[in-house]
């Protein structure tokens, strides 16, 4: 028997069917509109600390007509191997600087992020939401992103995984997706980003819950064995790699490496990043909207369960537990909710309209203003958009701004006297240094923690500039001929007790210092106290 409220819940559930509009995708509707997220998106882009060394390697890899396997730029683990899982992207981005400049940088950016706007608007389109909720989905997801959408090869990730997802959408909602396309989109991605993991687990995830839904159904598993045979297929074609199986490596080194996940900033968890930025830190802001996000998507998700949905749900709530665990994966959740999100919304408004009686006669509602935009409308619209993406956002301006400090008034004072050595740094600055002393100079320490450093060499340099002053052995360990600090941390108060170092420059930013009795050290007019400059790449 049937209760009554099985009976009135599948009662709502015609309803709501009934009175949705025929399917119109945002992107059909007005591409001016999804525009306007690609720069929404694009907002906050600026040189990331990184970005000196991916054009630095890509050139390098250019020049050598090959992958560099071992790294030539340290000196710390020198000759060390480097598991180079962004040689693409990272070849990519130097070719354009090469050729195009800091313009063609911003326009190749740009590029990415539209196409991962463009991959989430059709994957929204696939759900049959009314325009306008389409859109409201698309800004908010836009504002989230555009805090991760920066030159970095993981931008790729983010686009990829868009792509992904708008093919599973459209196959789950019963369209042909050409769902083979993963298997050439992993075997490019392996090659672009240590990410395309995502897109294996995403697969592996739709495939599980499809299969159980089926065999829960009645209807089989040869639908699952198809999707099964697929994820086999994608996860071969990322070995069509040069560097192989090291691909893999990375991912395992990046995934179950505890102490690097501490130190790198965008490797912390949720819960450490509102406890170490307080109540007013830059990236609460972030986790505010992406809360309110996640928060939304739960509550439509809810109140309006569709059971043919369960597989978009599954990934979703794998990839929030990822963004909990590193902030880095904020993104993921975003991208995966965005058609859930557009769905259940429009369901819910569906809902909350039958019961008032405002959809007694769906017939009778006026659909033709979804149909498509006006040409005045989109090309006013278009107008706006590029005003700002040429003006405010500077997309042809020569100029690329920098977030945070750099130690451009050290590296200016060794350039200027032809300083050249090995140089004990924070490991934010380090690629900053190759770029501009490599190969003269090496550095001890950079960014790519999990790709070449060991845990010993790790352990070492925390030692030295987060730990107790007995971390100043680390001064004898290794022939350091200079020593870079970020002014007033725990290194540079080590420093100023060392007798046998001596000051050579300072600035609010950084100071250097050099072996009491080296060339560097005996220069006159020691030491040089400057002044710090805002820095643009390069």
Not at 5 to 26: F, G, M, T, W
Not at 419 to 427: E, F
Not at 451 to 480: M, R
Request: some cysteine; aromatic content about 12%.
């Amino acid at each position: 028997m049937i209760s009554d409220r099985a009976v009135e819940k599948s009662q709502d559930e015609l309803a709501c069917n009934a009175a949705r509009p025929q399917p119109v995708s945002l992107w059909r509707y007005s591409a001016a509109l999804v525009f306007v997220a690609a720069v929404i998106a694009n907002a906050c882009s600026y040189a990331d600390i990184d970005l000196w060394g991916h054009v630095y390697f890509g050139e390098a890899m250019i020049r050598a007509g090959r992958i560099i396997a071992h790294d030539p730029y340290n000196y710390s683990v020198p000759g060390h191997l480097w598991l180079h899982h962004e040689w693409l992207t990272e070849v990519m981005m130097a070719a354009i600087y090469q050729h195009c400049g800091i313009v063609g940088l911003k326009l190749w950016h740009f590029s990415v992020t539209a196409f991962a706007i463009v991959m989430l608007s059709m994957a929204e389109g696939e759900t049959g939401a009314p325009p306008p909720i389409q859109f409201g989905v698309l800004a908010a997801a836009a504002v989230t992103l555009s805090a991760v959408m920066q030159f970095r090869p993981q931008i790729f990730t983010y686009a990829l995984f868009a792509m992904l997802i708008f093919l599973l959408t459209r196959e789950l909602y019963g369209r042909r997706s050409h769902l083979w396309l993963v298997i050439p989109m992993l075997a490019l991605w392996s090659n672009l980003h240590g990410g395309f993991f995502i897109g294996l687990v995403t697969l592996g995830i739709y495939t599980a819950v499809i299969g159980v839904d089926d065999l829960l159904s009645g209807r089989g598993l040869e639908r699952a064995w198809r999707l099964a045979a697929l994820t086999l297929a994608a996860a071969a074609a990322t070995f069509v790699n040069p560097i192989g199986i090291e691909c893999w490596r990375t991912v395992f080194v990046s995934l179950t490496d505890p102490l690097a996940h501490k130190v790198m900033a965008d490797w912390r968890p949720i819960v450490t990043v509102v406890r170490e930025s307080g109540a007013h830190g830059s990236d609460n802001l972030l986790l505010e909207l992406w809360a309110a996000y996640i928060v939304t998507l739960a509550i439509s998700v809810a109140v309006t369960p569709r059971r043919d949905d369960w597989p978009l749900i599954a990934i979703a709530a794998v990839m929030t537990a990822a963004a909990f665990s590193a902030i880095r994966n904020i993104p993921l959740p975003v991208i995966a909710g965005a058609p859930l999100l557009a769905r259940h919304l429009d369901l819910t408004f569906q809902k909350l309209l039958a019961k008032k009686g405002e959809l007694a006669n769906p017939e009778a509602q006026d659909t033709s203003s979804v149909q498509r935009m006006s040409i005045a409308g989109q090309s006013l619209i278009f107008i706006a958009s590029f005003a700002v993406l040429f003006g405010r956002q500077g997309l042809l301006s020569a100029k690329l701004a920098t977030v945070g400090e750099y130690p451009s008034g050290a590296v200016a004072f060794m350039k200027d006297r032809n300083l050249h050595g090995n140089i004990l740094n924070p490991s934010q600055w380090g690629q900053y240094l190759i770029w501009h002393l490599a190969p003269e100079s090496k550095i001890f320490y950079d960014s790519r923690f999990d790709t070449v450093y060991p845990q010993k060499v790790l352990i070492q340099y925390l030692d030295f500039f987060f730990g107790p002053p007995s971390g100043a052995k680390l001064l004898t360990e290794y022939p350091n001929d200079f020593v870079l600090v970020i002014t007033n941390s725990t290194a540079y108060r080590t420093m100023l007790e060392q007798r046998s170092w001596r000051l050579l420059y300072r600035d609010s930013v950084c100071a250097l210092f050099a072996p009491a009795g080296s060339r560097a050290a005996e220069m006159p007019g020691l030491p040089v106290i400057g002044k710090a400059k805002k820095v643009f790449f390069p």
